[in-house]
C-alpha cells in the first residue's frame, strides 16, 4: 500500500437487503445491497444486488477502476446485479485492456441445506447435479447462459470476453477450523487475507448466515483508515473479531416486528421469521457489535424492510455511543482517519443529515 489511499470512502450504491424490489416510508425505491469502497482512483464492489451497476455509474465509478468484486454470500439479492456487470460490465472495457478483474466469495456449499423441521415433505432441489455452486459455479452458468449474447458481441463486433476480464477466486477455508455449512457455519477463527494490492489489504471472516454457508464479512485496511462490512449474519464473535477497532462498520439491520406482518401463509411465516431470527441481526444487536469492537462509526445498511420507520434503526443508540448513520442510497461515507467527522454526503455532495 502506498500514499495513493489516502482519503478513502465508501458509497453506498443499495441499502436494501431481501429479495424484494423495495421502496422508502414515502414510496421512492431503494436499491439493493452493494457498496463501493472507493480508495484513491480505485474502487471495490463488495455485493451485486439489483441496481448495483447502474448505481455505480450514476455514481461516476469507471469499469476500467474496479479493483474486484467482493461477494459476502450466493444469495440472490447479493448476486442478482452480477450478469450486468459482466454483460455491461464488459463492454465498458472494450477500451480499457487490463487483467482480469477478481470476483472473490464463497466456494460450493458442498451439501444441500438441512430441511425445515416446519416442512411436510420433501422438496425437488433445483439443478440437482450441482445444486450449491459458489461465485466460480456462478459465474461459469451465467456466462454459459448468456453465451448467445456474447458470442454475438465476440465474433461480429471483435468484442472482448467476458471470460478474459473476469476470474473467479473462491475463499478456501482451512480445513482445521472445522467448518461445517449445517452445523457449524461460523467456527471461532483468525481473519484470512483474501486479496491484497498496493492499495488495499482485504480480510474475510465466517459469520452466522445459516443456513446460507459459507458466508463472509469483509473488511478493507488502507493506509488511511479501515471499513468493515459485515454482509449478512447474526451477532457472533467473529464479526466482533473483524471489526476491531475499524474506522467505519457496515452493518446489516433487521426488523422483526415489522417483517412478522408481511407473510400471510402460517408455514411460511414460522419457518421464514425462524431463520430472520437466527440469520440476521437487530439494530440494537449492531449497535452492541460496534460498541464491543470499539467501532468509530456504524452505519447500517441491507435495511428489511427499508420502510421501516427511523426509530427502528435508531434503536441502536442504545446499545452504541459513538457515531450513528442510517445512509440512504448513494450517500458517500469517509472513512480516513484524516477526515474524522466529516459527515455523510451524497454521491452529488449534498449533507444527508
Known amino acids: 500500500m502506498n500514499s495513493n489511499s489516502l482519503n478513502p470512502y465508501v458509497i453506498t450504491l443499495g441499502t436494501a437487503g431481501g429479495p424484494r424490489w423495495w421502496s422508502d416510508r414515502n414510496g421512492e425505491p431503494r436499491f439493493g445491497i452493494a457498496t463501493a469502497v472507493v480508495v484513491g482512483e480505485r474502487w471495490y ?37 452480477l450478469p450486468s456487470l459482466l454483460l455491461f460490465g464488459a463492454f465498458e472495457l472494450k477500451n480499457a485492456p487490463r487483467g482480469p478483474i477478481p470476483i472473490v466469495g464463497p466456494g460450493d456449499r458442498g451439501k444441500l441445506p438441512p430441511l425445515s423441521p416446519r416442512a411436510t415433505k420433501v422438496p425437488s432441489p433445483v439443478a440437482p447435479g450441482r445444486p ?28 472482448k470476453s467476458p471470460v478474459e476480464q473476469f476470474a473467479a477466486r473462491e475463499i478456501q477455508i482451512p480445513e482445521h477450523l472445522g467448518f461445517d455449512p449445517n452445523t457449524d457455519v461460523a467456527p471461532d477463527m483468525d481473519p484470512l487475507v483474501v486479496y491484497e494490492d498496493e492499495l488495499v489489504t482485504v480480510s474475510a471472516i465466517l459469520v452466522s448466515h445459516h ?12 493506509l488511511e483508515g479501515s471499513v468493515t462490512i459485515s454482509g449478512d449474519t447474526a451477532p457472533c464473535r467473529n464479526m ?12 446489516e ?16 411465516l414460522e419457518a421464514t421469521m425462524d431463520h430472520h431470527r437466527r440469520a440476521h441481526t437487530t439494530a440494537e444487536q449492531a449497535g452492541q457489535i460496534a460498541t464491543d469492537a470499539g467501532v468509530k462509526h456504524l452505519a447500517l445498511h441491507h435495511l428489511v424492510p427499508t420502510y421501516s420507520p427511523p426509530q427502528a434503526w ?18 458517500i461515507i469517509p472513512f480516513g482517519r484524516s477526515l474524522e467527522g466529516q459527515r455523510s454526503l451524497s454521491a452529488g455532495m449534498t449533507a444527508s443529515y
Do not use: W
Open 240 to 251: 466482533v473479531r473483524l471489526a476491531e477497532g475499524t474506522d467505519l462498520l457496515l452493518h
Open 132 to 159: 450449491t455452486p459458489g461465485v466460480g459455479g456462478l459465474l461459469h452458468g451465467l456466462l454459459e447462459a448468456y453465451a448467445t449474447d456474447c458470442n454475438d458481441r465476440i465474433f461480429d463486433s471483435l468484442a
Open 45 to 81: 464492489l463488495v455485493d451485486c444486488g439489483q441496481g448495483a451497476g447502474r448505481q455505480a455509474n450514476v455514481a461516476g465509478l469507471s469499469m476500467s477502476n474496479l479493483g474486484g468484486i467482493f461477494i459476502t454470500h450466493m444469495h440472490s439479492d447479493h448476486t442478482v446485479d
Open 314 to 331: 435508531q434503536s441502536a443508540r442504545n446499545t452504541f455511543a459513538g457515531h450513528l448513520t442510517i445512509p440512504d442510497d448513494l450517500e
Open 211 to 222: 443456513p446460507t454457508a459459507p458466508a463472509f464479512a469483509f473488511r478493507f485496511d488502507t
Open 253 to 268: 439491520a433487521i426488523n422483526l416486528e415489522l417483517m412478522a406482518t408481511k407473510y400471510k401463509d402460517p408455514k411460511m
